[in-house]
């Protein structure tokens, strides 16, 4: 196998702008900082695989402009093979995410060209060059038949889905593990309770396991006919953008390696919790020894 | 005389975020347009005078970073001779400005690095080159000084002043032409009623005209004695930022070319409110002739 993990889906820049001041709207404050950083789902998930030594690579688009080179550019700064990347005419997917550490709170405004996404090719010897598939939602016609391609492979099919959109529904039945937001699957189901939500998920894809996160309030697993709960760890954020992403990647490295489930989940939690004390989703990636450090203090 | 106008003070970068929902702290909103586009008072004024035709130059810094080569290219876009622009380490001057169509607010958020802005060295040739030197309070040091050598030439100073900084006041003195937004004036004179202010600050500097800017309000200006408001004209803004930079580089465009001072206020007023029909401070930037249409409709 080339590659560890293939992921499909939006890369993105995200401009961080910290706040120290209450943000106020009307108003012209300055901001104690300014990053600007990779950012998008699948992109921080794969960041953070590779991160962890594992070899990766992402299919995709951005758009003909400035922020279109630098967030190709940053793909390939953290490992990521950017070969099967496409660049298309239209702006590319950018964020200004408003930080305010010591707040558990953080803004986010995104705009990207919807025509950009839009026929992304099907790189269907890349995906059979993998181990697992990565999705999340924004590309759903190429991501039925990546998904499709990867299962007849045998391979793994992980999609991280944070909104009902368009075709998102059709995928489902099509992924092994289906890891998504605790808002995702209120939208899917029509249950309040993460923990329930989990539950409906599972038994309307009984093959499948699906993780419900909750933030500081830990996962929810459903799995086998079974559902457990996996606390949050501890810690002080700084900013918790892209915990969910660094849960995902996480996830998938541990199950690629073997880890049971139950274990695996830990793994990505303590991942995601690390991830929180750095700024952007990939302030802070932690290696596999720092992960592994957290779950296991000496 | 080789330029009419040089300024000195802060060139930015401002990405420009437009939303057509009410936003929302801690949300994560799609944005309708997202604009990149060269900011910062003085700039901003002297691409207005550039617009109308006028030969302009700046002086200051930008940081050694990726927004400083955008800064830089975009001064040079709209016609600014940038020869005496130092690029210092350090991340340039950025915002995000957050802008609400249709309602007449806009949030702004942004960033320096003040380091950037330190020890910009005094152009003594160039300000001796030209008729009018244009300052903000950003770099009050070698302000001085240059507010100092034109005065020696006999040349006009104007100063645009937002917020009372670290020896703003001790500029005021040196400058002909003292044009404040309402919230310095403010500030600088603890008297609330902008036209109270106004006459403050010109019994406080006789030989000094003072204006006093007011957004929709118009603006009051106090000269030789005499006090008097001029009305903003009526539009429908779509975007404000700006609007005061405008203001400044117009009046001095009229003042160049010896209009009268009522008439170069209604100059002044209508090239700024032709700016707010655009967004950011420089979508919209009139050239003379629009301007005239604006002040006598055919
Ligand atoms: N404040 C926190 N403290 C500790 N761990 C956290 C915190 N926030 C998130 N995590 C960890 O990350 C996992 C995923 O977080 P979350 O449910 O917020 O993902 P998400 O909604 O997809 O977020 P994002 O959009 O930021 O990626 C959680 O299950 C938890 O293990
Ligand atoms: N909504 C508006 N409609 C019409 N004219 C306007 C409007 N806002 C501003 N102006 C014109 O522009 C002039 C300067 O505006 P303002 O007082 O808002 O400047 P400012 O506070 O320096 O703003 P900025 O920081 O955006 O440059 C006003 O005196 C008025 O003539």
Known sequence: MRYDVVGLGIASLDLIGVTEEQPL??????????????????????ATLARMGARVAMTGAVGNDGYGQRILADL??????????????????????????????????????PTVLEQVPLEHELIRSARA???????????????RTMQATGGLVMI???????????????CNLIVVSAEFARQATGVVEPWEAARVLHSRYEEQLVIVTCGAEGSWCANKGELFHTPAFEIEPLDTTGAGDVFHGALLYALLRDDPIRLAIRFASAAAALSCQGLGGRGNLPTVSEVEALLEPA
């Not at 900082?33 to 699948?42: A, F, I, L, S, T």
């Not at 702006?91 to 550490?101: D, G, N, R």
């Not at 991280?160 to 099509?174: F, G, N, Q, S, Y």
């Open 25 to 46: 709207f009307g108003a012209k404050q300055s901001l104690t900082g300014w990053h600007e950083m990779g950012g998008g789902p699948v992109a921080t998930a794969l």
């Open 76 to 113: 390939q700064t953290v490992g990521i093979d950017t070969q099967a990347m496409h660049v298309r005419p239209g702006t590319s997917h950018v964020s200004f995410v408003l930080a305010e550490p010591g707040r558990d709170r953080r803004t986010v405004w995104w705009h990207n060209d």
């Open 133 to 147: 598939l990565l999705i999340d939602t924004h590309m759903p016609q190429v991501a039925l038949h990546a998904a």
């Open 160 to 174: 991280d889905a944070e909104r009902v959109r368009e075709h998102t529904l059709e995928l489902l039945p099509l």
